[in-house]
């Protein structure tokens, strides 16, 4: 994951155009993916999709010709979406259109004006402090112009027609936690999913931010009625615990089980309530859809230093981190694809004789537990899921617990859920 | 507030008597009040109207001249409701009818004989100690004879039938916070709901304590039914914190909305559960009506040592607590008026561009949170307290938010509920 | 209790045999007891009753002719269901079969292998240590034969068929806590029970735990369904804090009533959730039974280093916490055989003046407020244990108030429940 994250780090990406293209080419690589182009000013609910932004080269060049900001350093020194422009301004003149963060003098913000048009660049304070009176050349070498927006869809189909969606937006330049994270963890769900047989059709999706939600969502309303559970992944790679933010909904089956889930990933990890701000479970979450999405995460939007400057950088990801977002969501899969199932004890009265049967005596302590825990639960009323949260255990166990007794002949699954393809 | 506080503060109030009438022709003066008598005598629920109580005054002399309890000096000098007695009795003979707090001998306590004809004096209990042998002259001055019990109803006619019920008792001499307070922070609520628009009929009600309830409920069954809201408005000036005290319902939309405004008072602030003991909220709370009435308080009946004292005394409350208390029942009335109406979003699907629409920009953050709260709720089952008690916002910040959004096009009001009048 | 815990505790008891029977016969003495023998390969639901244990005489014997391990010492010494040997070893073919307490080297372990032929020893560790290299001599003189399990069932009729069930196990040879305290404190609580006039049908079991369950559950089926509540009572006497686990339906009266007379035994308590391990509760709640029956305890089984082991002694329980238990049982018993019953005030409507009637004046402050509670929740819809649940005060406090109201004529008593015998 972090060798896919340091290939994507250097491209400059947007909600549109050639980096964002680029970007689905690597992730089309390693995961089969379905690629989208949807017009410029095409109507997509409230939104309208917007010109194609394309850059080539921004700079500020000092008096002394030194370049002050320049995207050849990093891809954060030019507002993003920044109008073409080639002039020569005095400071009082350009300064208005310098971002800095005076609080982190070494640090370059990341900023935007994706729906209005205009230009700006970003730099360290450091350097805006050692600007002196002068004419500077400022250049920015892009294309704002009719084109498309690009999106990616990796649809692995399973046996039923119900669908789990994981949407992550890769719209962002050179910011390693948000978004290259989530893109990293869910290429690797993914992969790990395709070798697998699936009861669930799982749809990844690969997003510019806001405007990608939006557009998908428009055109593809007939799919939203089959979505039972969905992710979005962001910001899953720094050192912070693991957070859950639920779904709208607050106690839909995707919030039980990430809860879960959580819970036994052996980390820290926070649950909270849905709030209209965030990622883009905001479009998914909308009253209109209100689709059962809810957004995993390390740290919350805008709440680290770091959020949205260049020192979300590589160095603020780490691999184990990445890994553990991995696993929770790995958890997470099995009681997808297996929590509905219910199981139901062929021996009710009293508990079975386990030792007579070879069941008891060699287990460990909690799989001991697992299998008393199903055994009491599996009354045709208890899902696997509501098994495991109310035993407290992890699905894995509970599922294993269940796959034994069944085997002991103790044990009958009743007809799996769901609706066919 | 205070000057009225002040103003009623020398009156020699009790039940019934020329006290309690002095009071409500003051409250007259400040809002439109229906006064009614009802003859000692009658008939209400349980209970019998008393007679009528009237103190010329009441003292008690001591061998050497001096007054040991004078009610010229203090209202509270004379148990309320003694009957008359004009006598010369030992110290050892009048001792059983002297009241005192020795933990605090330079209080004067407040007592009461309503439904047992007895009489008695309260005093300073360092005045009590200083006592020596010889003969007392004890004078009661009073009636206690067939009358009235006099109460006062402002009635603030809204649209709707439906009616919020404000109750204050108004029977106690010479105490600032049990309950010139509550009279005062009623008669400031009422003036300002006089100078707007109502959907809900407000009535307020000047009552004595307890039988004042009781002949009420007695003779106003047929305006049970319309009572949507009520709030007992008892000892709110003195330095504690807010405190409501939930209906017996527990859940009543009253209990939601107080709980909401003390949670944005910017107080510290207390909720705690209905017991069947307190203010007039008891009888409003029987089995035979449970109406969703609560009280508001500051500190808790019996729980703080002035409470029942002289040093329950104009210096005890202050213009600020007053204003508190009086600035969560402001918050709350619009909650009352508003907190029913159901707004729905015009643009459901997604996210709708707030920028393009100036709404967003130059709005303050928690401004803008109110904003995507609201859209994100008004999906017509959410009403504007269902929003704001889930976006952790004030109501009227919620309401703000529902306003500009209506004015932008994407917001329509559902018909409004309740009953016409 | 002390007294006949003193006489139970040097029978060498297991879940069949001449110690169970010996028991029953002492208990049979204090009750009315039926007793019941079941013959051994009797199919009680998945299990069998075993072949029937009775012990003569199980020692070792070192090499120098002292006795290493010796049931006239202890009868923890031998293996529980050890089958019959009489054999000379060297120590490394004795060593697999003698078991100890490394971490308690004073202390023998209780084992048992019922439903495994095997033989072995429990013994001190420093006694291991102790041994040298030699020939041992081990005798365990005992008979493992087709026989009966045996059980007592003490029934006290009430005037309903619904039925309250107490079911102690009573198979652990010289263990005090676990568990001659729950069988004297049964046994106690019935000589209460059957001194009063009764609503439900008592029925106290005294049994082998697990298949002493099994069995009973296999041959009662038809009384099931007239099992209101349930207790089983274990480990009850030691200096731990009161525990109830809830019964698996987490929510049965039986569960609210225990938490309520916990609350008010003046003791610290604890309330858990259900766990399919611990007693004779896993076989009621299983779920094809899924009966109403939780668990009384103090400290929890394995939790604390006595469990099974010789430390569990006559030292171990005291008299005061055999009394502890035995409060809390008799006030659950009130709330049992009272808490459904529902009376409605015939003055519903505000306060009746209970001063006019000699309730208030006299009473203690918690008395008055019990009377408060009682008349403010008595509107037909509260039972006696809801208003105790409410009040947060103890049911016999409630059941107070409300015959004293009956007897003003303030309360009267709606049509009782249940079904009668």
Chains 1, 2, 3 share one sequence.
């Not at 491209?11 to 989208?36: F, K, M, N, W, Y």
Request: glycine content about 8%; overall charge negative; hydrophobic content about 40%.
């Amino acid at each position: 994951m972090m060798r896919l994250a340091e290939e994507l780090y250097p491209i400059c990406r947007s909600i549109t155009g050639a980096g964002l293209r680029q970007t689905l080419d690597i992730i089309g690589r390693e995961v089969p993916l379905d690629r989208h182009e949807v017009p410029s000013g095409t109507r997509v609910l409230d939104w309208t999709v917007p010109d194609e932004w394309n850059l080539r080269r921004a700079f500020v060049e000092a008096p002394d010709g030194s370049r002050i900001a320049d995207t050849a350093e990093h891809n954060l020194h030019v507002v993003s979406y920044s109008a073409p422009v080639d002039a020569v301004l005095s400071l009082d003149e350009l300064r208005p259109r310098l971002h800095t963060l005076p609080e982190h003098p070494d640090w370059i913000p990341y900023r935007t004006t994706y729906y209005r048009r205009d230009w700006g660049f970003c730099l360290q304070h450091r350097r805006l402090q050692a600007m002196t009176a002068g004419r500077y050349r400022v250049l920015i070498d892009a294309t704002l112009a009719p084109g498309a927006l690009s999106y990616g869809e990796a649809v692995l189909r399973g046996s039923r027609a119900d669908e789990v969606l994981v949407s992550v937006h890769c719209c962002h330049p050179s910011l390693a936690n948000d978004n290259l994270s989530g893109i990293v963890v869910a290429v690797a769900l993914a992969k790990e999913l395709l070798g697998k047989p699936r009861a669930f059709t799982w749809r990844f999706l690969f997003i510019p931010g806001t405007i990608g939600a939006v557009t998908w969502l428009a055109r593809n309303e007939e799919v939203l009625p089959r979505i039972r559970h969905g992710i979005v992944l962001a910001g899953v790679g720094s050192r912070h615990d693991l957070r859950w933010k639920r779904s709208r909904r607050g106690n839909a089956a995707i919030d039980r089980i990430m809860a879960l889930s959580l819970r036994h990933s052996g980390e820290e990890a926070v649950v909270e309530d849905f709030v209209p701000y965030g990622y883009d479970e905001r479009q998914y979450c909308s009253p209109g859809f209100d689709l059962p999405v809810g957004c995993l995460m390390r740290g919350k939007w805008g709440a680290y230093p770091e959020y949205h400057t260049s020192a979300d950088d590589l160095g603020f990801i780490a691999p184990e981190r990445l890994e553990g977002s991995l696993a929770v969501l790995r958890a997470a899969a099995e009681a997808i694809e297996h929590g509905e199932e219910v199981w139901k004890s062929l021996n009710p009265k009293g508990e079975p004789q386990l030792g007579a049967r070879g069941l008891y005596s060699d287990a460990a302590d909690d799989d001991r537990m697992a299998l008393l825990w199903v055994l009491n639960l599996a009354d045709g009323t208890h899902s696997l899921l509501d098994m495991a949260a109310r035993a407290g255990m992890p699905f894995a166990r509970i599922r294993a617990a269940a796959l034994a007794l069944a085997e002991s002949g103790l044990l009958e699954r009743l007809s799996a859920p769901g609706h066919p393809c």
